[in-house]
């Protein structure tokens, strides 16, 4: 049973939006809590997300716990036990998390793991970190240099 709550408190646009065991393609609203639920495509000044899933957030302040997100844009956000494909935030913070590629101006994660890192400052313990930039970097030139060898080797 989905239970979706519409409150405007003339805030921005379309005031508040709770989502509970329920789904939306898309909500746009001042905040946005969503429990036990997902949706494609979040924007709002603040989302909050608990043992849910979200494709594409836009978001001042982002908050999920237990949940998945495949893309967030957001000035600050805040992963505990979560997985996230792609992070582009100014201040983030990962607890137990998982993030694919995590760009931000300063990271503070404890026992996370990510594959891809670019920041300016990385602060917490515990982290598993596949590829910084510099390591990024060297794995892509050689694995053009591979291909493009093996490319010339077949062509012959």
Avoid at 75 to 90: C, G, M, P, W, Y
Avoid at 106 to 132: C, H, M, Q, W, Y
Wanted: aromatic content about 4%; glycine content about 12%.
């Amino acid at each position: 049973m989905s239970d979706v709550e519409k409150r405007d408190d003339g805030k921005r646009g379309e005031g508040d939006v709770t989502i509970r065991q329920g789904g939306a393609r898309e909500v746009n609203a001042h905040e946005v809590t969503i429990r036990q639920g997902g949706a494609v495509r979040v924007r709002a000044d603040e989302v909050e997300i608990t043992q849910g899933v979200v494709a594409l957030a836009q978001t001042e302040e982002l908050e999920v716990t237990a949940g998945t997100v495949g893309g967030v844009v957001a000035d600050e956000a805040k992963l505990e036990q979560t997985a996230a494909t792609f992070v582009i935030t100014r201040q983030g913070k990962l607890e137990q998390a998982a993030g694919g590629v995590i760009v931000a101006e300063s990271v503070t994660a404890r026992d996370s793991a990510i594959g891809l890192l670019v920041t300016r400052r990385l602060e917490g313990d515990g982290n598993k970190i596949l590829f910084g930039p510099q390591a990024a970097l060297a794995f892509g030139a050689g694995f053009a240099a591979a291909l493009w060898l093996l490319r010339r080797l077949t062509r012959s």
